[in-house]
């Protein structure tokens, strides 16, 4: 079992910051992968970014350069630090993660944990 609590979102103008955080609380030890994934109204679920057991990381081409993803093993804590943000980035912003080395940036739906989610306005 895997759990999952986001926090960080809140509302910022074009052009700002924000961090997000995902504490995640594994029962028994194993490799697992993390990512974030967003939704925004009247939109579908997308990949934002992904972290596998190993360190890698995978992002969507509309983030690249402006987000980072990281994973403090010894926080417990995933994060997304994200820059340079823009209105289209407002979404409900979900972390997930997998019993996996590696988690799909584009198959949502093949996630198994989720986090409730935490929302982000971006405001021109």
């Known amino acids: 079992q895997v759990q999952l609590m986001e926090s960080g979102g809140g509302s910022v103008q074009s052009g700002g910051s924000l961090r997000l955080s995902c504490g995640f609380a594994?029962?028994?030890?194993?490799?697992?992968?993390m990512g974030w994934f967003r939704q925004a109204p009247g939109k579908e679920r997308e990949g934002v970014a992904v972290?596998?057991?190993?360190?890698?990381?995978s992002y969507v081409y509309s983030v690249k350069g402006r987000f980072t993803i990281s994973k403090d093993n010894a926080k417990n804590t995933l994060y997304l630090q994200m820059n340079n943000l823009k209105p289209e980035d407002t979404a409900t912003y979900y972390c997930?993660?997998?019993?996996?080395?590696?988690?799909?940036?584009?198959?949502?739906?093949?996630?198994?944990?989720w986090g409730k989610g935490t929302l982000v306005t971006v405001s021109s």
């Open positions: 997930a993660a997998d019993r996996a080395v590696r988690c799909p940036l584009f198959n949502y739906y093949s996630m198994p944990y």
């Open positions: 972290i596998d057991s190993d360190g890698s990381t």
């Open positions: 594994v029962s028994e030890y194993t490799d697992i992968c």
